[in-house]
T-cell receptor, first 115, second 116 residues
Framework: AQSVTQPDIHITVSEGASLELRCNYS??????LFWYVQSPGQGLQLLLK??????LVQGIKGFEAEFKRSQSSFNLRKPSVHWSDAAEYFC?????????????FGDGTTLTVKP | DAEITQSPRHKITETGRQVTLACHQT?????MFWYRQDLGHGLRLIHY???????NKGEVSDGYSVSRSNTEDLPLTLESAASSQTSVYFC???????????????FGPGTRLTVL
């Protein structure tokens, strides 16, 4: 079965600084990978996803993520953080060709942005 | 625009009562999911459905049930509410088309349930 680990429970960055949120997965082959964002009191919204091809994927709101098979990682990055990026971020993994649409979620990383 | 809605948004109930949380989506997605979100546990899958009359147990299904009588709705029932079921509940849906498993989930706004 697949699993996801987000090592950082809470990260604080200054507005304008760069951001990297870590995600490690466990799966026997190349999985499908997702990053979601949850603003306070809201449901989750997809930022980006990877399922094949170019290992650097671009998402909404200026986010990108890089799939690294050798490290079983799918880290989320943003070059310059805005105050509105403060939220909780979830990495998720899905198994190709099985359980269509069923994903396993990490425990999330809470991002705080300092002015 | 298509959307996924949940009702009620907030609910307070007493231990032992039956509670039903509604989820309605207009995406026409076959796949629907219920999660609970608790501090330190992220999202945990309760039940899911791949179509009408199909239901499956997730990792934390004890004390919960679902039924799928149409494409749009997947109500979640707590048979006898317990304090341990105090949580925020999210419904989600996804389109099974394309590469199986490659499609993201669309989430509702959540229901905050308190069991006293």
């Amino acid at each position: 079965a697949q699993s996801v680990t987000q090592p950082d429970i809470h990260i604080t960055v200054s507005e304008g600084a760069s951001l990297e949120l870590r995600c490690n997965y466990s799966y026997g082959a190349t999985p499908y990978l997702f990053w979601y964002v949850q603003s306070p009191g809201q449901g989750l919204q997809l930022l980006l996803k990877y399922f094949s091809g170019d290992t650097l994927v671009q998402g909404i709101k200026g986010f990108e993520a890089e799939f690294k098979r050798s490290q079983s990682s799918f880290n989320l990055r943003k070059p310059s953080v805005h105050w509105s990026d403060a939220a909780e971020y979830f990495c998720a993994v899905g198994a190709p060709n099985t359980n269509a649409g069923k994903s396993t979620f990490g425990d999330g990383t809470t991002l705080t942005v300092k002015p | 625009d298509a959307e996924i809605t949940q009702s009620p948004r907030h609910k307070i109930t007493e231990t032992g009562r039956q509670v039903t949380l509604a989820c309605h989506q207009t995406w026409n997605h076959n796949n629907m999911f219920w999660y609970r979100q608790d501090l330190g546990h992220g999202l945990r899958l309760i039940h899911y459905s791949y179509g009408v009359h199909d239901t499956n147990k997730g990792e934390v299904s004890d004390g919960y049930s679902v039924s799928r009588s149409n494409t749009e709705d997947l109500p979640l029932t707590l048979e006898s509410a317990a304090s341990s079921q105090t949580s925020v509940y999210f419904c989600a849906s996804s389109d099974p088309g394309g590469l199986a498993g490659s499609n993201e989930q669309f989430f509702g706004p959540g229901t905050r349930l308190t069991v006293l």
